[in-house]
């Protein structure tokens, strides 16, 4: 298997799960988290911001663009991995139209309701969690000792949307999913385009 099979094969098991938990699990597991609370995800889902990330490749690319201007390219591509990103996730959002969890339990409406320009249909695909696999991909390129905590912060930040009652479990998974795509295409456009 070649990279890019096993990067489709893993884009096509995430999509299989993001189906599955749309049609078994979503409701479920919003109805536990709107009667439980947890500190703890309050705190952590700030790290879904995309301003701390957007000026910290700017500040990269300030300090090392002419003492190492490749480096320098690595904080360019972490703004620029964000921002498409964000471009197909809003898209995606207006497009589908999905209600959230708070439409879902004041007027059980949960299907798709397609082409929505209010922020409460804008549930799929996670914006917060796009944000922070797009972010944390990216930063696992510049700085890859660190990638599995990067991993780690992102999984939280992704959790921490279901767990508030923001998002289902399946617009989590399609915001992971295309975070981590968007970069790691980006990634392959920027620094290894024949």
Same mark, same amino acid.
């Given at each position: 298997?070649?990279?890019?099979?096993?990067?489709?094969?893993? *884009? =096509?098991?995430?999509?299989?799960?993001?189906?599955? *938990?749309?049609?078994?699990?979503?409701?479920?597991?919003?109805?536990?988290?709107?009667?439980?609370?947890?500190?703890?995800? +309050?705190?952590?889902?700030?790290?879904?911001? /995309?301003?701390?990330?957007?000026? #910290?490749?700017?500040?990269?690319?300030?300090?090392?663009? $002419?003492?190492?201007?490749?480096? /320098? +390219?690595?904080?360019? #591509?972490?703004?620029?991995?964000?921002?498409? *990103?964000?471009?197909?996730?809003?898209? %995606? $959002?207006?497009?589908?139209?999905?209600?959230?969890?708070?439409?879902?339990?004041?007027?059980?409406?949960?299907?798709?309701?397609? #082409?929505?320009? $209010?922020?409460?249909?804008? @549930?799929?695909?996670?914006?917060?969690?796009?944000?922070?696999?797009?972010?944390?991909?990216?930063?696992?390129?510049?700085?890859? $000792? #660190?990638?599995?905590?990067?991993?780690?912060?992102?999984? %939280?930040?992704?959790? *921490?949307?279901?767990?508030?009652?923001?998002?289902? =479990?399946?617009?989590?998974?399609?915001? /992971?999913?295309?975070?981590? %795509?968007?970069?790691?295409?980006?990634?392959?456009?920027?620094?290894?385009? @024949?």
């Amino acid at each position: 298997m070649n990279g890019i099979e096993t990067f489709m094969g893993y *884009s =096509l098991v995430a999509l299989f799960a993001a189906l599955f *938990s749309y049609f078994f699990f979503d409701i479920q597991i919003a109805q536990y988290f709107h009667t439980h609370s947890f500190a703890f995800f +309050k705190i952590i889902t700030h790290l879904g911001n /995309a301003v701390p990330y957007l000026l #910290f490749g700017l500040g990269i690319y300030l300090l090392y663009r $002419k003492k190492d201007p490749l480096f /320098a +390219k690595k904080g360019v #591509f972490l703004i620029f991995a964000i921002i498409l *990103s964000g471009i197909v996730t809003t898209l %995606l $959002k207006i497009t589908i139209g999905r209600p959230r969890p708070k439409i879902y339990f004041h007027d059980h409406l949960y299907n798709p309701q397609f #082409f929505q320009f $209010k922020a409460a249909y804008w @549930s799929m695909p996670s914006g917060h969690t796009t944000t922070i696999f797009a972010a944390m991909v990216a930063l696992g390129f510049i700085y890859p $000792k #660190f990638r599995y905590f990067f991993w780690i912060v992102a999984i %939280l930040v992704g959790l *921490s949307r279901v767990v508030l009652t923001q998002h289902f =479990l399946s617009d989590v998974i399609v915001g /992971a999913l295309i975070g981590t %795509l968007c970069a790691i295409w980006l990634h392959k456009r920027m620094f290894h385009a @024949s």
